[in-house]
């Protein structure tokens, strides 16, 4: 990615000549007394009702970056949840949650790039740390006037930001797909280089994408269905996958796909989450369930929530009018065997809607499964780590 690339710097330390395809970390620029970007994702789940923090993981998993950036001014952005969803909340809970971890104040900042943030940054001394606001709050980086692709440079964000900055470094490995002003837009503008995390996430992914030892068994899941179906169609057009197992809402959309009627309610509640990328999402679905079914691990029974308690469904009692909440035991069975004897097991997004305690179990079975594994066990994606 952009975002990870060697530029022309300007900047104290050991430096590897400027190429595109080249990955800096940390180790090979000396960034005390420097004002540096740290673009984080630490999107985090929340309590649907209190919205209280329901695993901190992503926070913690930048610590080990911050550290290191002891003696720099830290600018640290991130986003929670998308605008239109109940998750989607300001940044100031995280900074409290990550300076309590860090064990040092973090002045938060309501702003992202206007007079407010533009000042908390210019009165920076080393050491210091400032978290801005959701940057999804600004216009530019999350929808209907996001900025086109290949435009993000010149945008407010990049072009405010990068003026008061020395370098950007990078640990939204879970966001680095997306083109967006802060993620892609600062490549061009100052040196770009990857964090800690950034780091280890591209030596572990590496061996899932292009040489996995076998059997190799990926779980996909979650609730984005355009995102998981293109990893799968990666992994299948490369040949280096046994068995996709599909979970969650995106278990549910291959369902549908696959000739089940999962129920007008269910149908509309992945229309909806998908807005305007469902169509290019069914043709990936079609196309799946269509040339590929015999790589395809689908859900065998599901649970739903009926008059608030779980409900266990046979797919031959489909359609339904409850929600899809969960996978039910003869999925569990059936799918213990491919992990625990897999050599590789790669795991992106839960099985469940995990926030509500009586639909936890599919996640945290296929957890245990996962731990049970003795071959190579990559997890991430989504709330899934957490």
Known sequence: RRAC???????????????????LSLDDVRLAGRTVLYRTDVNSPLH?????????SRLRSTLETLRDLSDAQVVIMGHQSRPG?????????????????????????????????????????????VFLDNVRMHPEEYGPEKVSENDERDSEIVTKLSALADAYVTDAFGASHRNSPTLTGFSEEM???????????IRALSLAVNDPPRPYVAILGGAKCDDSLRVALN????????????????????????????????????????????????????????????????PRDLAVEADG??????????????????????????????????????????????ELPEFAFGTIEILNMCAEATGVTIVGGGHTSA
């Open 191 to 201: 040196p770009c280089i990857a964090g800690r995390l950034m780091n280890n996430e």
């Open 48 to 56: 649907p009702s209190t919205g209280a923090f329901l695993d901190d």
């Open 235 to 298: 992994l299948i057009d490369r040949g280096v996958v046994d068995t996709i197992v599909m979970v969650g809402v995106v278990g549910n959309l291959m369902l549908w796909a696959s000739g089940h009627d999962i129920g007008s309610d269910n149908k509309e509640f992945i229309r909806g989450t998908m807005g305007d990328e469902f169509e290019k999402t069914w043709q990936m679905a079609e196309r799946l369930a269509t040339d590929h079914s015999e790589l395809l691990f689908l």
């Open 85 to 129: 969803k109940e998750d989607f909340t300001d940044m100031s809970g995280h900074c409290d949650r990550l300076s309590r971890l860090l064990g040092q104040p973090i002045q938060f900042v309501s702003d992202v790039c206007g007079d407010e943030a533009l000042s908390a940054i210019e009165a920076l001394q080393p050491g210091e740390k």
């Open 309 to 354: 308690q779980r409900q266990l469904l046979e797919l031959s009692a489909l359609p339904t009018q409850h929600p899809i909440y969960d996978i039910g035991f003869q999925t569990l069975m059936e799918m213990r065997p491919l992990i625990t004897g897999a050599n590789c097991v790669l795991w992106n997004g839960p099985a469940s809607y995990f």
């Open 5 to 23: 690339s060697a530029s022309t710097m300007a900047i104290e330390g050991p430096l590897v000549p400027p190429n595109v395809t080249t990955v």
